[in-house]
């Protein structure tokens, strides 16, 4: 089966995420593609004193990463397949379209979309707008409440 190409999930500790990347996981399988995951470790607030401020950029960095290899194991075990990971530090929407810019393989951006969370409209908006400007990969929008069997339908 030819690859084609690279799906991009961008996720947080969220429950949407986990669906978000299960659902691309199933894309990938049935298109042959690869599933990349992204996660993205803003940084602290600069207030704080720059030892204080090492230990809590350190400690993020640590939750990321037991974080991204949970959802890694998560998607072996859904879907049998091995997914790349990637975390970023800095501005969570400027840093997922870096990640997108700088592989031309990528060719689906996919997130979560939690039930009443303002915080992710606003990124998915913001994300949308730069993605007519900046980027010619489509955006999946995947409800966080869809089940195994909705996923499977709907890949």
């Not at 299960?22 to 207030?47: N, S, W, Y």
């Not at 037991?66 to 990971?85: D, P, R, W």
Request: glycine share 8%; with cysteine; hydrophobic share 40%.
């Amino acid at each position: 089966m030819e690859q084609s190409g690279k799906y991009l999930v961008c996720v947080d500790k969220s429950e949407s995420s986990r669906v978000a990347l299960h659902f691309a996981c199933k894309k990938a399988l049935k298109r042959g593609g690869v599933v990349e995951i992204l996660h993205i470790v803003t940084p602290a607030d600069m207030q704080n004193l720059f030892g204080v401020m090492g230990k809590m950029r350190e400690e993020q960095r640590q939750e990321a990463e037991i974080l991204v290899k949970s959802l890694s194991e998560s998607a072996f075990q859904y879907a049998g397949i091995t997914s790349e990971i990637h975390i970023r530090e800095g501005r969570l929407g400027e840093e997922i379209i870096n990640a997108t810019l700088e592989d031309s393989n990528v060719n689906m951006l996919v997130l979560g979309a939690a039930a009443n969370s303002k915080e992710r409209g606003q990124l998915i908006n913001w994300l949308a707008e730069k993605l007519g400007d900046r980027l010619l990969i489509p955006l999946m929008i995947v409800p966080g409440n869809l089940t195994d069997l909705q996923i499977d339908e709907l890949s």
